[in-house]
């Protein structure tokens, strides 16, 4: 799939050296884009091709009172933005407009995203869109300037990585249990330069939003990016979106030529099976630094394991179920989507959060935010304690006003557990919607295989 892609994106250049890619798909935020239209600006350089590229706002919103933006940083890069879009004549989902969402959450929702594309962004968590069948990767900001001035990316071909993934899931486990038992048990770093694919029955019956956790945090792993071949799944997602193609059946023609033949086209597969896998929950300061719900932290095997344990406060024999929570955050790129918002409403319901617990819902878009407040799932988060939010990136990262504490136990669906990742001193335990509910309730997290809520 990604060697059918991408030969169909190549303009000039040898397999092996960089390669002039025609870039079908540029998100841009507020973050990684000032310089860039800066640098246009310098040069007397205009966007190439304004219809195939989009921008939101999304790291530095605040969630409560989104136009009163304290910060003197995060207002400049918000403003920018705004001022860029307008004087560069791109499209822009703006501050309270109704597509305002997380740059990965909005290209899928919109219909921006589709099989078959090259798909670039000035943040590492493109990958998401691979999980339409498509190429999909973060680029730096120089990057970002000259896709904006050209439409297209030199890129040397990464080599391949497939990963089988196979099997039923057992109750209480999900895709981001699947992406963080690959990473915890692979490494950091299994996936350099690597463009992985997913595939095998598993993700077959997977939702396209499970889809997009996978390749979400396929990068967490060191890949490039992560992909899923499209199926009719995919198909029947993207239609009828709003940038979908107007003739759908022939564009389906088109993107069905997108898979992978043979196995043997990959340079390295790698097996997963998923029968038997547990919940992960992350102990330490990285996303491979993860155990199952049920097992013993490790011991200490090196200075990283020190300072991760002494930055967390945790000790090694300890488990998940013994960490003691004090903060849930539901949201981000990676389980921010409506389908996360309703697995754990569903876990919710009926129950309050716990004594002294703070729990954070933050949708990854106002549309996402706007259909679950027509479905009844905002009313099931306040009932139990939660405070329910306007779009953005959030507590994902400490670039906004919403920061976990010092020294406070976060129960994350988000993709990163880094040190002040949360903010200053924040302590991040990665693991599913479900999880995160359940820890959410009894402050701290229990094996959802094996207990009810
Ligand atoms: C701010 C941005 C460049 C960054 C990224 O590239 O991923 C952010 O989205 C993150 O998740 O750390
Ligand atoms: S939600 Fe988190 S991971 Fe996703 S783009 Fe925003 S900061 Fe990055």
């Keep these: 799939m990604f060697d059918k892609i991408w030969d169909k994106h190549v303009i000039t250049g040898k397999t092996g050296e960089p390669q002039l890619i025609y870039v079908d798909l540029h998100l841009l935020h507020e973050v990684t884009s000032p310089q860039a239209f800066e640098g246009l600006r310098e040069n007397h350089r205009r966007v190439r091709r304004t219809d195939k590229t989009f921008a939101t706002m999304d790291h530095n919103v605040p969630t409560v009172d989104i136009f009163n933006i304290k910060d003197e940083i995060a207002k400049k890069q918000i403003d920018t933005l705004q001022k860029n879009a307008d004087e560069f004549g791109i499209r822009l989902a703006g501050m309270g407009d109704k597509d305002q969402g997380i740059i990965h959450v909005i290209g899928p929702q919109l219909g921006l995203t589709q099989p078959g594309m090259v798909i670039v962004c000035g943040d590492s968590h493109t990958a998401t869109h691979g999980a339409f069948g498509s190429i999909a990767f973060g680029i730096g900001t120089s990057e970002v300037e000259h896709v904006l001035a050209t439409q297209t990316i030199w890129q040397t071909k990464p080599k391949t990585m497939g990963i089988h993934v196979h099997g039923k899931l057992p109750r209480g486990v999900y895709a981001k249990d699947i992406i963080m038992g690959i990473i915890a048990r692979q490494g950091v770093a299994f996936g350099t330069g690597y463009a992985a694919e997913f595939y095998g029955d598993t993700i077959s019956n997977m939702g396209m939003e499970e889809r997009m956790t996978l390749c979400n945090m396929a990068i967490e792993g060191g890949a490039k990016m992560g992909s899923v071949h499209p199926d009719q799944t995919t198909f029947d997602y993207v239609k009828g979106r709003q940038y979908a193609p107007k003739n759908i059946d022939k564009a389906i023609d088109y993107w069905k030529q997108f898979t992978t033949d043979s196995e043997d086209a990959y340079d390295r597969v790698i097996d997963f099976d998923v029968s038997d896998l547990a919940p992960y929950v992350t102990w330490g300061t990285n996303p491979g630094m993860a155990v199952p719900v049920d097992r013993q932290f490790p011991e200490i095997k090196d200075d990283d394991d020190q300072k991760a344990y002494d930055y967390v406060g945790l000790k090694p024999g300890e488990k998940a179920t013994d960490i003691p929570i004090k903060w849930a955050f539901f949201g981000s790129c990676t389980n921010g989507r409506l389908s996360d918002l309703k697995i754990a409403a569903a876990i919710l319901k009926g129950h309050h ?101």
């Design 353 to 453: 959060i716990a004594k002294g617990l703070t729990a954070w819902v933050v949708p990854g878009s106002r549309a996402i935010r706007e259909r679950a407040e027509e479905i009844g799932i905002d009313k099931i988060f306040k009932d139990a304690g939660c405070e329910w939010r306007e779009p953005g990136c959030s507590a994902c990262l400490g670039m906004n006003p919403d920061h976990v504490p010092a020294g406070i136990h976060c129960a994350s669906t988000s993709n990163r557990n880094f040190e002040g990742r949360q903010g200053a001193g924040s302590r991040t335990h990665l693991a599913s919607p479900a999880m995160v509910a359940a820890a959410a309730i009894h402050g701290h997290f229990i094996d959802l295989r094996k207990e009810q809520v």
